[in-house]
């Protein structure tokens, strides 16, 4: 069996406009609109085009998450995937931990593709990917833009500061994915009734033998500072006087 396994994050949806707790301690989920990490749906969308393809034989979505995280993974299932794991955990799992049960998973699932946003729009780590390569000890294609299937041999582009990289990528191996690479399909409700009746295994951190205490604590979350009033001048005169009041020319 060909398979390719999708990681997809529960994260805000990128459209609220985030707010952090009264305490400190963190942003307000509750009552928030959760969503695919955008990035997941992006390689989500690239697993399916390549099963589409007669590239892969089945698309595996697994996410690490709340017991609601069934949501998104419903919703993964109706974009096209065949089957979802949870790994089910109300605790913070820091990218080496979401590593970790990748690595553990791909030695059931043999995957021979294994498909990661190139960040979770949450926590903004970019992380997990490169973690899962060197566990593995597979080639890593991170950030990619064009992938290729070919025999035993991946061809990814990667946008870089000089232009476009092309490398070739044996398989197994990791990959990272770009906005770029394509435009996610729209759910039809058909497909979320079908999506209904597609498997969806429930696991513990505990089948990973990882413990829930944080490898890292949170101090701290501050919104970003609010922008002070701007002020209204007539002309460039104006604009230049109130600049070197300011000390900025
Ligand atoms: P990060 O390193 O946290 O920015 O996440 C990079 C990618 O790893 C995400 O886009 C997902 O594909 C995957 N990933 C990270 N955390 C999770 C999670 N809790 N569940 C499923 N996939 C995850």
Do not use: H
């Not at 997941?40 to 034989?57: C, Q, V």
């Not at 500061?161 to 729209?186: F, K, Q, T």
């Not at 058909?190 to 890292?216: C, E, H, N, R, Y």
């Not at 460039?236 to 009041?245: F, G, R, S, W």
């Amino acid at each position: 069996m060909r398979r390719i396994m999708v990681g997809v994050k529960r994260v805000v949806d990128y459209n609220v406009r985030v707010r952090v707790k009264p305490d400190n301690t963190g942003v307000i989920t509750e009552g928030v609109k959760m969503s695919l990490n955008p990035f997941d749906e992006i390689a989500l969308e690239e697993a399916l085009r390549i099963k589409e393809k007669g590239l892969a034989d089945e698309v595996l979505a697994v996410s690490i998450g709340v017991a609601d995280t069934q949501q998104q993974l419903r919703t993964a299932l109706a974009m096209g995937a065949d089957r979802a794991i949870l790994v089910q955990t109300d605790a913070v799992v820091p990218p080496l931990s979401v590593a970790k049960i990748f690595r553990q998973l791909i030695d059931k699932e043999q995957p021979f593709l294994v498909l990661l946003g190139k960040q979770a729009i949450d926590d903004d780590n970019g992380q997990t990917a490169q973690m899962l390569a060197a566990l593995w000890d597979r080639p890593q294609a991170v950030s990619c833009s064009k992938i290729e299937i070919g025999d035993g041999k991946a061809t990814v582009t990667r946008e870089v500061d000089a232009g476009l990289e092309v490398n070739e990528v044996d398989l197994p191996a990791v990959m990272s994915v770009d906005l770029r690479l394509n435009e996610p399909r729209y759910v039809k409700l058909p497909d979320i009734m079908k999506a209904k009746k597609k498997p969806l295994d429930t696991m513990s951190l505990g089948d990973f033998g990882i413990g829930d205490a944080p490898a890292f604590k949170t101090v701290r979350v501050d919104p970003p500072p609010t922008r002070s009033k701007g002020i209204m001048v007539k002309d460039v005169a104006e604009l230049v006087d109130a600049l070197k009041k300011k000390g900025l020319v």
